[in-house]
T-cell receptor
C-alpha cells in the first residue's frame, strides 16, 4: 500500500521569500502524485499533478513541483510567496490503476509580512 | 455552478442522534468519495462509489452508511452519533481513473455535543 510523508507540519516564511514544502512517498508500484491546497474553511483545490513525462511540473498560482523517483520525493516550491498563499498544503499519491488518493498529514504554510 | 456541492455546511447535533450529509456533483464523474478530516487536518478515505456501486469501504463503524441513488449523488448517513464523529467531512468526485485528480466539495463541519 502507498503512503505519504510530509515532514514539516508548519513552515513559516516571510512574504516574497522562496519556499519548499517537502513530500516523500512510499509505494511498490508506479504512482501518480498530487499537491492540493486548502484555504481556511474551504475544500481542497488541485495545485498540480505528476502523471508521467517531465519530472518538473508547473501548477497554478506560481507553484511547481519536481518528481524524483530515486528519492521518492515530490517537493513543492514557489520562488516568491504572497500573504495569500497562507494555507494548508497536502501531498497525495495514487497507485496507477487505482482511483483512491492517499494524503499526507499536510503542511501549514504561514506567510507573514 | 458549484461542481461538487455538500449540504449542510455546518451541522451541530447531540450525541445519539442520526444525521445525513448530502453530496451532488454536476461534472459527469463516475466516482464519488467521502473523506473525513480530523482535528489535526488528517484526511482519511471512508467510502468510494463508482457508478452507484460501493468499491471502497475502509474501516469505518457501521453506524456510517453511504447511499448513492445515482452516479451524481452520494449521501452519508450517520446513526447514533458519538463525540468522536466530530470532524469535517468532504465529498469528492473523479473520473474513474485518478489522472485528473479529485474535485472536492467545500466540506461539512459536524460537531457532536
Amino acid at each position: 500500500a502507498q503512503s505519504v510523508t510530509q515532514l514539516d507540519s508548519q513552515v513559516p516564511v516571510f512574504e516574497e521569500a522562496p519556499v519548499e514544502l517537502r513530500c516523500n512517498y512510499s509505494s511498490s508500484v508506479s504512482v501518480y502524485l498530487f499537491w492540493y491546497v486548502q484555504y481556511p474553511n474551504q475544500g481542497l483545490q488541485l495545485l498540480l499533478k505528476y502523471l508521467s513525462g517531465s519530472t518538473l511540473v508547473k501548477g497554478i498560482n506560481g507553484f511547481e513541483a519536481e518528481f524524483n523517483k530515486s528519492q521518492t520525493s515530490f517537493h513543492l516550491r514557489k520562488p516568491s510567496v504572497h500573504i495569500s498563499d497562507t494555507a494548508e498544503y497536502f501531498c497525495a499519491v495514487s497507485e496507477r490503476g487505482y482511483s483512491t488518493l492517499t494524503f499526507g498529514k499536510g503542511t501549514m504554510l504561514l506567510v507573514s509580512p | 455552478d458549484t461542481a461538487v456541492s455538500q449540504t449542510p455546511k455546518y451541522l451541530v447535533t447531540q450525541m445519539g442522534n442520526d444525521k445525513s450529509i448530502k453530496c451532488e456533483q454536476n461534472l459527469g464523474h463516475d466516482t464519488m468519495y467521502w473523506y473525513k478530516q480530523d482535528s489535526k487536518k488528517f484526511l482519511k478515505i471512508m467510502f468510494s462509489y463508482n457508478n452507484k456501486e460501493l468499491i471502497i469501504n475502509e474501516t469505518v463503524p457501521n453506524r456510517f452508511s453511504p447511499k448513492s441513488p445515482d452516479k451524481a449523488h452520494l449521501n452519508l448517513h450517520i446513526n447514533s452519533l458519538e463525540l468522536g464523529d466530530s470532524a469535517v467531512y468532504f465529498c469528492a468526485s473523479s473520473q474513474k481513473a485518478v489522472n485528473y485528480g479529485y474535485t472536492f466539495g467545500s466540506g461539512t463541519r459536524l460537531t457532536v455535543v
